[in-house]
């Protein structure tokens, strides 16, 4: 039997660092259980609203958040409060896919296009690895705007 994977992320700010992420992938917030979302409504006030009815007190509402791939291929990102800031580098980090199929400048310009896209959603470039045939095709090193890394790949 296969396995679902969530991949969770611990962040001072779980909704911002979700919607950034959802912005990267193409994915979507769910909506709350047993709530129709329908197109083009705010899932945040869903979420709020639902919680609120729950009883969930007004400054834990905002203590999750999650991403879901809308075809259900990718994981389901989860995203956590946490008090402590992050202090070392990951040691699991996310590869997003950005240029399949493509070699050299043509995958390193599709890799350049989606690195400004990210950095003006508040993504920071770190470092850029030139292909070395055959074993790297290059990428991107870069972190979301709490400073996790990830590559484009």
């Known amino acids: 039997m296969s396995r679902h994977v969530q991949v969770t992320f611990d962040a001072h700010d ?17 909506a709350p259980p047993g709530v129709d979302l329908p197109e083009g409504a705010d899932p945040f006030a869903a979420w709020d609203e639902f919680l609120e009815r729950a009883g969930v007190p007004e400054d834990q509402r905002t203590s999750s958040s999650a991403v879901e791939d809308p075809e259900g291929r990718g994981p389901r990102l989860f ?68 400073g996790n890394e990830f590559c484009l790949d």
């Open 14 to 30: 779980p909704r911002a660092l979700s919607a950034f992420w959802r912005e990267v992938l193409d994915y979507v917030h769910p």
């Open 79 to 146: 995203f956590q409060r946490v008090p402590e800031g992050k202090t070392a580098k990951n040691r699991v980090h996310l590869d997003v896919r950005s240029a399949p199929g493509l070699q050299g400048e043509e995958r390193m310009a599709a890799l350049e296009a989606e690195c400004e896209r990210l950095v003006a959603l508040g993504a920071t470039r770190v470092r850029r690895f030139e292909p070395e045939p055959p074993l790297s095709a290059g990428f991107i090193v870069m972190t979301d705007p709490e």
